[in-house]
Structure formats: C-alpha cells, structure tokens
C-alpha cells in the first residue's frame, strides 16, 4: 500500500522566481518511483518529471528538478525561473509493482504572478 | 511523444441512460490503461485497471456492474457508465501505460467531462 501526502494546497511564485512544491510518501515496497504531473486549466495531466527510487541522483528536466530524499521518503519539485504558464494544479505520484497503479496526493495549486 | 485520446470530451446525458467513453492510445501499444474519476479541484481516484484480454480490476468501493470496462485491443478501452445517475457526474480520465512493466510510464488521455440531468 502507498500514501502521498502534499501539504499545501496553494502555493505562489513571482515570474522568474523559484519555487519548491512538498511532497511525502509513504509505502511498502522496495521497488518503487515518483512522478510529478501537471494539471493545468485544460485538465490534461502531464508528465513533468519522474524518479526511480534505486537511483541516487535527483532527476531533472530543464526548469524542472527534484530533491529525492529516500530516507526521509521526500519528493519535493523545484520550478526554477517560473513561467505564467507553469501555473496549473500540480500532483505528485508513487507507483509500484501492483500493475503500475498511481497513487495521487491531494494536488498543490501553484499560481505565477506577473 | 505517447499520445492517448479520450471520446467524447464532454457528454450529457438523461438520468437512467448509459454513457461509452473511449481511450486509444495513438503511437504505442498499451497492454494496461487505468480509469480515474476526478472531483473538482480534487486528486484522481482510481476506479479500475484495465488489462488486454482479461477481466477489467476495480478499486474497493467501484461498482463493477455500473462502470463497464472493456479493453478489447492494445490500442483502445471503453468505459460505459451504466444506468447513470446525477452523481455519476465527474471527469473521467483514462491513462495507458507505455510498455509491459509495472513501472512504465502512464501517459493521460484529455478526460471526459461527464453531466447526467
């Protein structure tokens, strides 16, 4: 069994800025991996990063980076020199070996002022 | 990318009327999709997994007689929302999972925004 937990429901950003988005999990198995999806106002969910648990190294994609804590089983995401169109509902994912089912957080909100 | 589509976008319906929604999964072979249902400004709940070939596994608490799930081919699973009621409203999503391991990635369909009067 896997929980996700995100612990703010809204969070905003200043264009250009940085900005990190919490995340906590919680789960059984030795094998497992973390995403973050994007739920902008379309609601289309879009990968925006993903991380395999065995790895050390924190993933990244271009703005987007994460910092993987295992031990403390953490999965924060840091959006570097945000963009408008960065804003958008934002949910971080565990996954494991039951058929690759998802489990979801609650979802953060994350605004981007001009 | 892995494309995956959903039909219709958004559909309404009279109360006791069955509703099919679609997920294809356009440039990859999905052997597993997964179905959610998300409430507004709330997470995705997942409702079934749907698996090639075979019976579709519902969540606890999911209806399996009210929310049909085929998956006839490796590019296409259907979700028919039977005898529907004004709280089967919601946005429905599909995923598919690009590849045979557990740990592929999912990739979402647009959803499907459902209103049943």
Redesign the interface.
Known sequence: AQTVTQSQPEMSVQEAETVTLSCTYDTSESDYYLFWYKQPPSRQMILVIRQEAYKQQNATENRFSVNFQKAAKSFSLKISDSQLGDAAMYFCAAGGTSYGKLTFGQGTILTVHP | GAVVSQHPSRVICKSGTSVKIECRSLDFQAT?M?WYR?FP????M?MA?S?EGSKA?YEQGVEKDKFLINHASLTLSTLTVTSAHPEDSS?Y?C?A?EGD????????G??TRLTVL
Do not use: A, H
Not at chain 2, 41 to 44: E, P, T
């Open positions: 597993t997964f998300q400004k709330q997470s995705l997942l997994t698996n596994t946005f999503i995923s999972r391991r557990d740990t592929d990635t999912q990739y979402f647009p959803g």
